[in-house]
Structure formats: C-alpha cells, structure tokens
C-alpha cells in the first residue's frame, strides 16, 4: 500500500503562489519512477475537480485546460516527492488539494494523500 | 469535455436497504468508469474500476455495472460505514471529469 503524506495548510493573498508537495512511501516492490500522480482539488462543500496528471517515469504531464498557464506539476525521484505549483491565486482556488497515485495510464487514483487546504484571502 | 451527470445527488436510506447511483456520461466512455467514495473531511476513496472491478480490500457489497453511457454503482445492503458521498469518474480521456456526487444518507 503506498503512503501518501501532503504538506500542511497555506494561506496565500491574491496573485501569490502555492506549492503543495506529496511524498510518496510504503511502495515496496515497486520504484517512484514507475508511478503516475493525479492532482484532484474541493471547493469548500462542492464536489471533485480535476487538475492534472504527471509521469514520475518521463515527466510527461496532463493539465486541466483551465488551468493552463497557472499550474506547474513534477516530481523529484530522488526524494519520491511530488508537487504541485498554482500561480496567480484567486480566491476561487480556495480548496483542499489531493495528490493521489495515478494508475493505468494516469486515469484512475488509487492511493490519496490527506489533502491540503489552500486558503487564498487577502 | 465528457460530462458526467450522477443521479439523485442525495438518497436517504436505512441499514440493510438496498442502494443504486446512478451515471450518465455525455458520450460513449466504453467501461473507462470508476467509482469513488468520500467522507466529510476525509480524502475520496477507490472502489470499483473498468465500470465493474472491484478494488482490492473493498466489501463485495459494493457492485457496478453498464458500458457506454449508463452506469450504476450498487450497494446491496446498506451498512453503518457506508454513509458517505459517492462520485464517478469518467478515465476514457483527458480531461478526467467526475459527476456531482451522491450523498446517501440515513434515513
């Protein structure tokens, strides 16, 4: 069962930068690099938002298009470490943010981190 | 991008009962569907995959069904655990979207 451990909370003003990191652990039997991470974001009392997908093999990287421009996702292998960058912060990115391991191609999330509330006020 | 409608967006139900979601995608996703279930506060959870495998360590109470278009997750006797919201998630292509959700809770 592979851990995910998320970064705490941030309260960023509007037009700042987050960076929420995922550190990934408990994958024996397997390497980082084999991995996919999907980042999956909750509006305070509304549903699931889609926002990406990374490959830790290549860095190939799928972005929500209207997120495009705003966020930045990688990975570092030599930490088995995830992030997630958002730019230019408004206060409708106010959310909990999940990082999860991406499987079959990056399309299903299997394992979830905690999530990391992102308050973005000014 | 591949709309995902969940119906109803709540149900109210009794341990034992017998509970069906249901999810309708805009267009054809084949059996690219997966189910999740949250709890408030708590991350989303993987249940079922390929619109009908089930996720290892998750109860056999837990089904689901359809291809194309039409999906449905079952419960097929409603335990304590189980109250929670439950989404679908298209995986045929980018960008993954998921329903609204569905909240079952106690009657």
């Known amino acids: 069962q592979v851990q995910l451990v998320q970064s705490g909370a941030e309260v960023k003003k509007p037009g700042a930068s987050v960076r929420v990191s995922c550190k990934a652990s408990?994958?024996?039997?397997?390497?980082?690099?084999?991995?996919?991470f999907s980042w999956v974001r909750q509006a305070p009392g509304q549903g699931l938002e889609w926002l990406g997908w990374?490959?830790?093999?290549?860095?190939?990287?799928n972005y929500a298009q209207k997120l495009q421009g705003r966020v930045t996702m990688t990975t570092d292998t030599s930490t088995s470490t995830a992030y997630m960058e958002l730019r230019s912060l408004r206060s409708d990115d106010t959310a909990v943010y999940f990082c999860?391991?991406?499987?079959?191609?990056?399309?299903?999330?299997?394992?979830w981190g905690q999530g990391t509330l992102v308050t973005v006020s000014s | 991008d591949i709309q995902m409608t969940q119906s109803p967006s709540s149900v109210s139900a009794s341990v034992g009962d017998r509970v069906t979601i249901t999810c309708r995608a805009s267009?054809?996703?084949?059996?690219?569907l997966a189910w999740y279930q949250q709890k408030p506060g708590k991350a989303p959870r993987f249940l079922i995959y390929?619109?009908?495998a089930l996720e290892s360590g998750v109860p056999s109470r837990f089904s689901g069904s359809g291809s194309g278009t039409d999906f449905t997750l079952t419960i097929s006797s409603l335990q304590p655990e189980d109250f929670a919201t439950y989404y679908c998630?298209?995986?045929?292509?980018?960008?993954?979207?998921f329903g609204g959700g569905t909240r079952v809770e106690i009657k």
């Open positions: 999860a391991r991406a499987i079959r191609g990056g399309v299903y999330s299997d394992n």
């Open positions: 408990g994958y024996t039997g397997y390497t980082f690099t084999t991995f996919g």
């Open positions: 990374i490959s830790a093999y290549n860095g190939n990287t």
């Open positions: 267009q054809d996703i084949s059996s690219w």
């Open positions: 390929s619109a009908s």
């Open positions: 998630q298209q995986a045929n292509s980018f960008p993954l979207t």
